[in-house]
Antibody, heavy 120, light 110 residues
Framework: QITLKESGPTLLKPTQTLTLTCTFSGFSLSTSGVGVGWIRQPPGKALEWLALIYWDDDKRYSPSLKSRLTITKDTSKNQVVLTMTNMDPVDTATYYC????????????WGQGTLVTVSS | QSVLTQPPSASGTPGQRVTISCSGSSSNIGSNYVYWHQQLPGTAPKFLIYRNNQRPSGVPDRFSGSKSGTSASLAISGLRSEDEADYYCAAWDDSLSGWVFGGGTKLTVL
């Protein structure tokens, strides 16, 4: 059974750096074809893909946010960490991590999401 | 503004068949698979359709997907009240080297 869970701060001030951790179980990020991605959703708005890291450490970023994002993995801890610098109120959103692999090709399993609010 | 274009809303009565469209370009839908997610109010998205028209186990066969050229569609037959949700299409975009989502369609069951 694949599960993912996001953790991190719920409230940040503008210009601060966001660090989110995705802790997962039921799969290994050292298995060929497996990846974990981050997707966010501002309140009442659409989903927006942020970043993706694969089993071989290949990393992909949203072009519009690339300069602010870093994604890393700790295979031994079954964790993926996303950092986003220079947070702004427009970054207020629910942040999800999700599993992807070659079997489905898409984000088949999602965490419950964590709401991050940016406010002074 | 989302790369993939969906109608903001759709509606139908119980038992009806409804379709939701997703329009893209040659760099995303035109050259890659389309995926659909269902998001019930207050919950995380759920995987609904993968690789254009495949259903994960547990997804009723009332849900079906199709793709033609740079557009895709999600069809829901035998509409039920529990189908009331937001639906999102997604695809890999070769030009952006990343995933793109549609703006979402809010389905109302009248």
């Amino acid at each position: 059974q694949i599960t993912l869970k996001e953790s991190g701060p719920t409230l940040l001030k503008p210009t601060q750096t966001l660090t989110l951790t995705c802790t997962f179980s039921g799969f290994s990020l050292s298995t060929s074809g497996v990846g974990v991605g981050w997707i966010r959703q501002p309140p009442g708005k659409a989903l927006e893909w942020l970043a993706l890291i694969y089993w071989d450490d290949d990393k992909r970023y949203s072009p519009s946010l690339k300069s602010r994002l870093t994604i890393t993995k700790d295979t031994s801890k079954n964790q993926v960490v996303l950092t986003m610098t220079n947070m702004d109120p427009v970054d207020t959103a629910t942040y999800y991590c999700a599993h992807i692999d070659d079997n489905s090709g898409g984000f088949a399993y999602w965490g419950q999401g964590t709401l991050v609010t940016v406010s002074s | 503004q989302s790369v993939l274009t969906q109608p903001p809303s759709a509606s139908g009565t119980p038992g009806q068949r409804v379709t939701i469209s997703c329009s893209g370009s040659s760099s995303n839908i035109g050259s890659n698979y389309v995926y659909w997610h269902q998001q019930l109010p207050g919950t995380a998205p759920k995987f609904l359709i993968y690789r254009n028209n495949q259903r994960p186990s547990g997804v009723p066969d009332r849900f079906s997907g199709s793709k033609s050229g740079t557009s895709a569609s999600l069809a829901i037959s035998g509409l039920r009240s529990e189908d009331e949700a937001d639906y999102y299409c997604a695809a890999w975009d070769d030009s952006l080297s990343g995933w793109v989502f549609g703006g979402g369609t809010k389905l109302t069951v009248l």
